[in-house]
């Protein structure tokens, strides 16, 4: 198994020393590791002779139910009691919302398609291979007149919202982006290829009704906002297919985490990288609002 924060490597179900390793950084004040357990395990005292059994408790779920802990632990950071900001902000969206979304997300995508490939090579499973296919090849075949690219269609978003494409395209995004992508990366480069299929398809159920149902309070975006007559058709025709293309995938993708983690072992790996990813995709997230205030302010 992994550390959640740093992943760091560890014996299969030694939850012994990864507590001790979490409980000596947060006695150091490492402040990553000390959010991490404030969030993910409250009230805990990383000196305790609890602890090692608090720390367990972050990934227990139980049997066959892997995909509803990555639901819930989705839920309960970006659409729990206090939804994410930039999920409270894609309900009734100011134009200054969709101009940090495109910019922030340029980069975001680029990570993307690098990930998808990454994952693609590295598996030696047709179904994985034929998955990752289905998100990058209308990225790269530019020759195709019938497929379209989210990287089009993002070009078109930002475009209506009064971003040339010059802009989209010369833009560094914001540290939380860098960051989270330098993470996605190095998880791509350096990891398993389940670890990578965990770390970014599952990132696309942000856009799944699967959420929903585990308890999500809010939809990605406001229902009224596909009628709103503001909102150029540009946006509506991305985030619908986000809905309408990504969000499936996903759901396809959680299946597949879900059986190859149970059928390789490596449940808690999964969990580890899933709890990493979800991190620096919330920062990213907060990255969008961040640029979108830029934008208000000029
Ligand atoms: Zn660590």
């Keep these: 198994m992994k550390c959640p924060v740093c992943g760091e490597k560890y014996n299969k179900l030694d939850y012994q020393m990864l507590a001790r390793h979490l409980g000596q950084l947060?006695?150091?004040?490492?402040?990553?590791?000390?959010?991490?357990?404030?969030?993910?395990?409250?009230?805990?005292?990383?000196?305790?002779?609890?602890?090692q059994n608090?720390?367990?408790?972050?990934?227990?779920?139980?049997?066959?139910?892997?995909?509803?802990?990555?639901?819930?632990?989705?839920?309960?950071?970006?659409?729990?009691?206090?939804?994410?900001?930039?999920?409270?902000?894609?309900q009734k969206p100011k134009k200054s919302v969709f101009q940090g979304y495109a910019i922030e997300y340029m980069a975001f995508h680029k990570q993307r398609i690098r990930s998808f490939a990454f994952a693609m090579a590295k598996s030696d499973k047709i179904d994985i291979q034929k998955l990752e296919a289905k998100l990058i090849f209308p990225e790269l075949m530019e020759w195709s007149e019938n497929i379209t690219s989210q990287e089009s269609l993002l070009e078109a978003m930002?475009?209506?919202?009064?971003?040339?494409?010059?802009?989209?395209?010369?833009?560094?995004?914001?540290?939380?982006?860098?960051?989270?992508?330098?993470?996605?990366?190095?998880?791509?480069?350096?990891?398993?290829?389940?670890?990578?299929?965990?770390?970014?398809?599952?990132l696309d159920l942000v856009y799944s009704p699967l959420l929903g149902k585990s308890g999500a309070k809010l939809p990605y975006f406001g229902p009224f906002v596909l009628e709103n007559e503001w909102i150029p058709d540009e946006v509506k025709t991305f985030l619908s297919h986000s809905v309408k293309t990504l969000a499936p995938i996903a759901e396809k993708a959680l299946e597949y985490v879900v059986k190859y983690g149970e059928e390789l072992g490596v449940s808690e790996d999964i969990q580890s990288v899933f709890l990493r990813s979800l991190e620096a995709f919330d920062r990213h997230l907060l990255a969008r609002v961040t640029r979108a205030r830029q934008f208000d302010s000029k």
């Excluded at 947060?26 to 602890?51: H, I, Q, T």
């Excluded at 049997?63 to 930039?86: A, C």
């Design 26 to 51: 947060c006695e150091r004040n490492d402040s990553p590791r000390v959010d991490f357990v404030k969030y993910y395990a409250p009230g805990s005292n990383w000196l305790s002779n609890e602890f």
């Design 54 to 90: 608090d720390v367990k408790q972050i990934f227990a779920h139980e049997k066959g139910h892997l995909g509803d802990w990555i639901l819930s632990r989705f839920v309960q950071r970006i659409f729990g009691e206090k939804p994410h900001p930039f999920i409270e902000s894609m």
């Design 158 to 202: 930002a475009e209506s919202v009064g971003i040339p494409v010059e802009t989209l395209s010369s833009s560094m995004p914001l540290p939380p982006t860098l960051h989270a992508t330098r993470l996605w990366n190095s998880i791509s480069e350096n990891d398993s290829w389940l670890e990578i299929v965990t770390s970014h398809n599952l």
